[in-house]
């Protein structure tokens, strides 16, 4: 929506807001820093399921956007999205079904989407079956204590061979998540990530892609995109190294300011949370004690509580709507006051919101709403 001369004072609490400088610094920081390493993006929607922002992202050189699931798959292709990565299995045949329809229906479009098992090799070969255009298809390679994905070279090899034979699937490269194999940036965690993308590389190279097809090595989410730019592209200029990392767009005052290695490790500068909840004091029961209006349908708290930042204290706890504000000795809010919240995990923040408002500066006294983008959940 267009400037409606609305300030945050005049949205109802608790409210999740963006940073439109922020999301802009974060974007031109990662893209650039993509460029110089020759790897190309396709961030992953899943984090926010806003068209808008996609579009952001698309403006700057977005090689695709990622989903997780094949309903999500048909909200990018709706928006507009060219390439759309299915970053898993579809192993539901009626899905598979409509995105040969949507694949008929538009010749320009991509779709790409992963498979672990022969048995789902089946279900996309009898989903595609007489198809007019082929949905292309990535083996998805995993390994002990990971999530998804075939747990050894030689399976995924099979898995590659029973592509390139099904009808109305492409062999179209080999993909990977490698977030399971690295709790932080130790160098033990490090090695661990490595290896594991060595074994994508030595996939890579053992298969063999049909005529005319340049192959995708995709991996990367939001903690160890660097290193999966450093071992991916070690498979050399005949395959595009696609990373999928979706939270640098927005970040986080938790887990991917932890996590993330834009800053010190990249050489760039490093990312700044583009999102806050602000929410409103109900009550003061007792002393030191403050109860706020967001709770678990209003912010995430999978990784990490929100850290209050407008007061020094602590959120100890969150119920369905309310959050346990313990202050930190001579803080004091009042009943009414709005406390700034930053918030770990962008992926579990967007779908409590049909509308996210964009304001002009976090920090300022009243922050001007300048815009707002819908999320499709």
Request: charged share 20%; with cysteine; proline share 6%.
């Amino acid at each position: 929506m267009p400037d409606a001369g609305l300030r945050l004072s005049d949205l109802v609490t608790p409210v999740l807001t963006v940073h439109e400088e922020a999301l802009g610094h974060n974007e031109e920081t990662v893209f650039a820093w993509a460029k110089e390493q020759g790897v190309l993006l396709a961030p992953h929607g899943k984090t926010t399921m806003a068209p808008a922002l996609w579009q952001r992202l698309l403006d700057a050189g977005a090689w695709g956007i990622s989903v997780a699931t094949p309903w999500q798959a048909e909200v990018a292709i709706d928006a507009g999205v060219p390439t759309v990565l299915i970053a898993n299995a579809v192993t539901d045949r009626a899905a598979v079904r409509r995105l040969g329809e949507l694949l008929a229906a538009d010749e320009d479009l991509r779709v790409l989407c992963g498979a672990d098992s022969l048995a789902g090799v089946e279900i996309l070969a009898a989903g595609m079956g007489d198809a007019a255009r082929p949905l292309d298809v990535l083996v998805e390679l995993g390994g002990a204590h990971g999530r998804t994905g075939a747990r050894t070279v030689a399976e995924g090899e099979r898995i590659a061979q029973a592509i390139s034979d099904a009808p109305g699937l492409r062999l179209a490269g080999v993909t990977g998540y490698e977030g399971p194999f690295g709790p932080d940036r130790s160098d033990a965690s490090i090695e661990a990530v490595d290896a594991y993308l060595r074994t994508m590389v030595a996939l890579h190279t053992r298969v063999e892609y049909p005529e005319g097809v340049r192959p995708v090595l995709s991996a990367g989410g939001s903690a160890f995109p660097d290193r999966a730019a450093a071992v991916l592209s070690s498979a050399g200029t005949g395959a595009d190294v696609v990373l999928r990392s979706g939270a640098f767009q927005i970040h986080d005052d938790g887990f991917y300011s932890r996590m993330s290695p834009f800053g010190p490790v990249t050489g760039t500068a490093p990312l700044r949370s583009a999102m806050h909840a602000w929410s409103r004091v109900v009550s003061q029961p007792e002393d030191g004690l403050a109860l706020l209006d967001a709770g678990r349908r209003d912010v995430p708290f999978d990784l990490d509580l929100p850290v209050p930042q407008s007061v020094e204290g602590e959120i100890t706890a969150l119920n369905d709507q309310h959050a346990f504000l313990h202050l930190t000795d001579g803080a004091a809010v009042a009943v009414g006051d709005v406390v700034r919240l930053g918030l770990s995990h962008p992926c579990t923040a967007f779908d409590k919101w049909r509308v996210v408002a964009v304001i002009d500066d976090p920090d300022a006294a009243d922050p001007r709403v300048i815009g707002a983008v819908a999320t499709c959940f």
